[in-house]
Nanobody, 121 residues
Framework: QVQLQESGPGLVKPSQTLSLTCTVS??????????WGWIRQPPGKGLEYMGA???????YTSPSLKSRTSISRDTSKNQFTLQLSSVTPEDTAVYYC?????????????WGQGTQVTVSA
């Protein structure tokens, strides 16, 4: 059973960089054909895909967030990390890490419980 757990600060000040880590257990982030992604849900809005990192370390980011988003990994710790720079209150959301199954269609099969991040002075 794969488990994902987000960790990071719950409160970030505007203009700062948000950094979240997802720790994976029960499976390796280097296993073929799996991608490890970040999805967020602002209050009252739908889910927004932010980006992902592949089993080889290639990264894919949403065009709307590409200039502010960085995704990296630490294979020795089986973790991957999201960094979102120059945050504003509009970045307030519940942030989820997820395992994405690659192939003809992509879908998430495992999710973290989510972590609330509030951007406020």
């Amino acid at each position: 059973q794969v488990q994902l757990q987000e960790s990071g600060p719950g409160l970030v000040k505007p203009s700062q960089t948000l950094s979240l880590t997802c720790t994976v257990s029960g499976g390796s982030i280097t296993t073929n054909n799996y991608y490890w992604g970040w999805i967020r849900q602002p209050p009252g809005k739908g889910l927004e895909y932010m980006g992902a990192i592949s089993f080889t370390g290639n990264t894919y980011t949403s065009p709307s967030l590409k200039s502010r988003t960085s995704i990296s990994r630490d294979t020795s710790k089986n973790q991957f990390t999201l960094q979102l720079s120059s945050v504003t209150p509009e970045d307030t959301a519940v942030y989820y890490c997820t395992r994405i199954v690659g192939g003809y269609t992509w879908y998430s099969d495992y999710w973290g419980q989510g972590t609330q991040v509030t951007v406020s002075a």
